[in-house]
C-alpha cells in the first residue's frame, strides 16, 4: 500500500523538482487537485486533510496558513518554504546535522526543510563547533553563490527573458537576510555569521564557502583535525561526502542536478589558514531532494529513494 503525498504549490520551481523525484514510484501516491479546482479553497483544504503527507512549496505566508487549515491529527507536513525554520514544535529536516536528526525527522509530524544557502554552511560548520574547534562565539564569514532557479520563477524569468545580462550578482548587503537566523540556530552559534549570499548567470547549482583563520583560534586547529572531524561527521552519509585532497578549482555547478553535497577542506597549512567549501543544487539537496530525502524518512522508506546521487 503506497502512501498519499500532495504537493502544495507543486507548480512552482520546487514543487516540480519534488514531483520529478517522486513520479513513477510505486510506494508514493501523488494527489493533485483537477485544474477546473484548483482555486477553490474547499478542494485545497480537503487535499491538505486527505494526505498523509503534505509537503507545502509556497511563499511563507501561505505556507503558515496550509497549517492551519489542517485539523487532523493523522496527516504529516513538510515545509519547504522558511516560513518554521527556527520555529517551535517543528523538526529541522537535515537528516545528516546531528546523530539522532534522521530519528527525530521520523518520529515528527512537522518537519522544515533547511534553506539551500543553510544547508551547505551547517553541514561544514555544525560538526566543527560540536567537536570543539570552532568555539560558539567565533566571528564567522560564509560566502555563498547560487543558481538563479533559487530565486523561483521570478527570477528565472529575469535571467533567461531578457531581464538581466549580469554574470554574478551580490545581494541582501544589509546583512539582515531571513537565512541567519536559521544559521545560527542550528549551528550552535552565540551570534550570526557574516552571511554574503550572491547569484550567478547558472540555472542551477551553489558553491558555499567559510574561510578559517586557523592559527588565531583556540588550539590553532590543523586542516588535518578539520577534515578528520567532518570526515567522521559524515562516514555513515550517502548524500554528503568529503571530497579527496584540495582541488586546484571547485565549480558552482559541480553537483548541479544531483541530490548530493560534497564538502571539501582546503586551505594552507604553513599559514593557518583554511577555505571550507560545500557544493550543491539549489534545487537538489538545497530544496526539492532534501523535501523527498525527508518524506522517506518519515515514511520507513529507503532515505535516498528517488534521488539522485
Not at 110 to 120: E, I, M
Not at 261 to 288: F, I, P, S, W, Y
Request: one cysteine or more.
Amino acid at each position: 500500500m503506497s502512501d498519499s503525498v500532495f504537493i502544495d504549490g507543486a507548480a512552482g520551481t520546487t514543487g516540480l523538482e519534488i514531483r520529478d523525484r517522486l513520479a513513477g514510484r510505486s510506494d508514493i501516491s501523488l494527489m493533485t487537485i483537477d485544474d477546473s479546482r484548483r482555486k477553490d479553497a474547499a478542494a485545497r483544504r480537503e487535499a491538505l486533510n486527505e494526505a498523509d503527507y503534505v509537503i507545502l512549496c509556497l511563499p511563507d505566508d501561505a505556507a503558515r496558513e496550509a497549517v492551519t487549515l489542517i485539523d487532523n491529527k493523522r496527516t504529516r507536513v513538510i515545509d519547504a518554504s522558511s516560513a518554521h525554520r527556527v520555529a517551535p514544535g517543528w523538526v529541522y529536516g537535515f537528516a545528516e546535522l546531528e546523530a539522532d536528526q534522521a530519528e527525530r525527522i521520523a518520529n515528527a509530524t512537522r518537519v522544515t526543510n533547511p534553506g539551500c544557502y543553510p544547508t551547505g554552511f551547517l553541514a561544514l560548520v555544525r560538526p566543527l563547533v560540536r567537536a570543539g574547534l570552532v568555539p560558539a562565539d567565533w566571528p564567522l564569514c560564509v560566502n555563498a553563490a547560487s543558481g538563479y532557479s533559487g530565486g523561483g520563477k521570478a527570477m528565472v524569468a529575469e535571467f533567461e527573458q531578457g531581464g538581466t545580462d549580469t554574470a554574478f550578482r551580490a545581494y541582501a548587503l544589509g546583512l539582515a537576510h531571513k537565512h541567519a537566523p536559521e544559521m545560527t540556530r542550528h549551528a550552535g552559534l552565540a551570534y550570526a555569521p557574516i552571511f554574503a549570499p550572491s547569484v550567478a548567470r547558472t540555472y542551477r547549482g551553489m558553491l558555499t564557502e567559510v574561510p578559517l583563520h586557523l592559527h588565531a583560534m583556540p588550539g590553532a586547529p590543523t586542516l588535518d583535525a578539520v577534515r578528520e572531524v567532518l570526515t567522521e561527521a559524515y562516514a555513515d552519509s550517502r548524500v554528503v561526502r568529503i571530497g579527496d585532497g584540495a582541488p586546484a578549482a571547485i565549480t558552482i555547478e559541480a553537483d548541479a542536478g544531483k541530490d548530493r553535497m560534497t564538502l571539501h577542506v582546503c586551505g594552507n597549512a604553513d599559514t593557518g589558514q583554511a577555505r571550507l567549501v560545500a557544493t550543491l543544487d539549489n534545487l537538489g539537496k538545497g530544496a526539492g531532494g532534501a523535501a523527498v530525502q525527508n518524506l522517506n524518512i518519515m515514511a520507513g522508506l529507503d532515505p535516498v529513494a528517488g534521488l539522485a546521487l
